[in-house]
C-alpha cells in the first residue's frame, strides 16, 4: 500500500501541468487529462480527454506515455485517477451482480468505505398501479456505499414517490454501520438523512481509525 501511495506521488508530483502533448501517427494530443490506470496487474500512466464525468458503462480512450493509444472499457480497469487542473478525481470499476457489464462510479468519499456516485436518465412509472398510465423520464441519482468488497446501493430520484432513501439509510446503519455503534444511534433517531451521505461516510472512516468523536 505504501509503495502504491509513493508511486501515485511521483506520478502527479512529477506531472507539472495536468494537460499533455502526444504524436501519433501524425495527430497531435492537446490539453488531455493527465491519468493513472490501476489494471488487475498493472498500473499505469497516460492522458484521457477532458470530458464532464467518465462515470457509466462507456469507454474511453487513453493515450500511454510511451504514445499507445487504446480504447478501454470499465471492465478493463480496477479504478480511474484522473489529475484535471482544479482537482484530483477517482473512480472506481464495480460489475454489480446480475449486471451484463461494469460500471465506472466516482468515489466521492475515499477510505476504507467509500460513497460512489452515479447519474443517469431512466423511465419511471409515475402511477405504478396503473398500467395504462405514459411512462415518464426521471434523473436518477444513484449513491452506493462500497465497504469489504459488497455495494449497498441507495437510489435519490425525484420520479420515485414509492421509495423511502431514509428506510434505505437506517438499513445501512444495521449493516454497516453498526460497527460505530454512536453513528448507528444518530441515523436512527433522524439526525442524519440522505442529505448527510459525505458526513456519514466520513464520519465511520473516522471512527474505523479510531478517531470517533466523543458526544
Not at 501517427?25 to 496487474?41: E, F, P, V
Amino acid at each position: 500500500m505504501k509503495i502504491y501511495c509513493l508511486f501515485l506521488c511521483c506520478v502527479i508530483a512529477g506531472s507539472s501541468s495536468a494537460h499533455g502533448k502526444y504524436t501519433d501517427s501524425g495527430s497531435l494530443y492537446k490539453d488531455w487529462y493527465r491519468c493513472i490506470i490501476i489494471a488487475k496487474h498493472d498500473t499505469l500512466s497516460g492522458h484521457v480527454k477532458p470530458k464532464y464525468e467518465y462515470f457509466g458503462k462507456g469507454s474511453f480512450t487513453v493515450v500511454f506515455d510511451n504514445g499507445r493509444k487504446r480504447r478501454l472499457k470499465p471492465s478493463d480497469i480496477a479504478e480511474l485517477w484522473i489529475l484535471n487542473p482544479r482537482d484530483t478525481i477517482k473512480y472506481r470499476a464495480i460489475n454489480i451482480e446480475g449486471e451484463y457489464r461494469t460500471t465506472l462510479y466516482r468515489v466521492i468519499v475515499d477510505g476504507e468505505c467509500e460513497l460512489l456516485y452515479l447519474e443517469g436518465v431512466r423511465a419511471v412509472n409515475l402511477l405504478s398501479q396503473n398500467f395504462m398510465s405514459p411512462l415518464s423520464i426521471a434523473y436518477s441519482k444513484l449513491y452506493t456505499i462500497y465497504y469489504k468488497g459488497d455495494i449497498w446501493e441507495i437510489n435519490v430520484s425525484p420520479g420515485d414517490f414509492f421509495m423511502d432513501p431514509q428506510t434505505d439509510l437506517r438499513k445501512l446503519a444495521r449493516q454497516v454501520f453498526k460497527e460505530c455503534t454512536q453513528l448507528a444511534y444518530r441515523i436512527e433517531t433522524g439526525q442524519y438523512t440522505t442529505q448527510d451521505f459525505r458526513l456519514v461516510v466520513k464520519e465511520f472512516n473516522e471512527c474505523k481509525e479510531g478517531k470517533e468523536t466523543k458526544n
